[in-house]
C-alpha cells in the first residue's frame, strides 16, 4: 500500500515537470519527502534533495515552451499567440498618407445599355454609387473590426463606362495626415461604389461582377512609397 501511495506521489511530481512552476515544485518535493519519511522512517538526505534539484529545474527549463516573437510571421494584426489584436500605432511618425485602389464592375451589354441611356428605375447610377463610394471610406473602421479610425482629409471617387468590355471602371483614392496609413479606405470606397452599381443593376441582369478590386499605389509611412507599376 505504501509502495502504491509512493508511485502515486511520484507520478504526481513529474507532471509538475512539464506544467507547473519552480515554486509548485518544491511544493511537491515537501510532500513527496513527507511519504518517503513515513515508508522509511527518516526524511531523505537534504544534501541529495538539493542535488538533484538543479536537473529538475534545468528539466522544466527544457519542457517549457519557447518565447515566441510578437510577430513570427511578420503579420502585425496576428499576436504571439496567434490571437486577432489591432496594431498599436501611438509609437508611429505622423505623416501624410495617400491611397489609390481600383475596380471594375462588368455589366454585360444589356445593363450597360440602361447605364448609359440613364433609363435604370433607381436613377443615375454612377452619381449615386460615388456617393457610396465617399461614404464607405468614411466608414472602413466600423465595417472592417481591426481597422484604426482615421480623420481622413480627402477622399475621390471616379466611375467610368468602358464600351469595350461594357463595364463601369472604378478608382478610390483616400489622403489623410496620421499615424497609420489609408490603403484600406481606397479599397473599402471603390467595393462600395461597386456594391452600389450592382445593387442599382441588378434588375436588369443577374450576370454582373464585381472583379479587380486591387491597390494601385500608396504613400506615406515607415515602409514608403509603393506603386503597382514599379
Known amino acids: 500500500m505504501m509502495l502504491r501511495r509512493f508511485c502515486v506521489r511520484a507520478g504526481q511530481c513529474g507532471r509538475y515537470f512539464s506544467g507547473k512552476s519552480s515554486d509548485d515544485l518544491f511544493d ?3 510532500e ?4 518517503l519519511e513515513m515508508v522509511f522512517g527518516e526524511p531523505p538526505s537534504t544534501t541529495q534533495a538539493t542535488s538533484i534539484m538543479p536537473q529538475m529545474l534545468d528539466q522544466e527549463a527544457k519542457i517549457a515552451p519557447p518565447n515566441t516573437p510578437e510577430n513570427p510571421h511578420g503579420l502585425t494584426h496576428i499576436g504571439a499567440k496567434g490571437e486577432a489584436q489591432m496594431v498599436d500605432v501611438s509609437a508611429k511618425d505622423i505623416t501624410k498618407r495617400t491611397a489609390l485602389a481600383s475596380g471594375k464592375v462588368i455589366l454585360g451589354k444589356k ?4 447605364v448609359s441611356a440613364n433609363r435604370l428605375e433607381k436613377g443615375d447610377v454612377l452619381s449615386v454609387a460615388k456617393i457610396a463610394g ?4 468614411k466608414q472602413t473602421s466600423n465595417l472592417i473590426p481591426l481597422c484604426h479610425n482615421i480623420n481622413l482629409s480627402h477622399v475621390h471617387i471616379d466611375l467610368a463606362l468602358n464600351p469595350d468590355d461594357y463595364s463601369v471602371d472604378i478608382t478610390g483614392e483616400a489622403a489623410t495626415t496620421g499615424k497609420t496609413g489609408v490603403e484600406m479606405e481606397a479599397l473599402t ?3 462600395i461604389a461597386g456594391l452600389t452599381v ?9 450576370d454582373i461582377q464585381i472583379t479587380d478590386v486591387r491597390l494601385e499605389r500608396k504613400t506615406g509611412g515607415k515602409s514608403g512609397d509603393w506603386s503597382r507599376d514599379d
Do not use: P, R
Not at 445593363?111 to 440602361?114: K, T, V
Not at 465617399?134 to 471610406?137: K, L, N
Open 189 to 191: 470606397a471603390v467595393t
Open 28 to 30: 511537491a518535493i515537501a
Open 32 to 35: 513527496l519527502n513527507k511519504e
Open 198 to 206: 450592382y445593387d442599382m443593376c441588378k434588375a436588369a441582369s443577374k
Open 134 to 137: 465617399i461614404v464607405g471610406a
Open 111 to 114: 445593363a450597360f445599355d440602361l
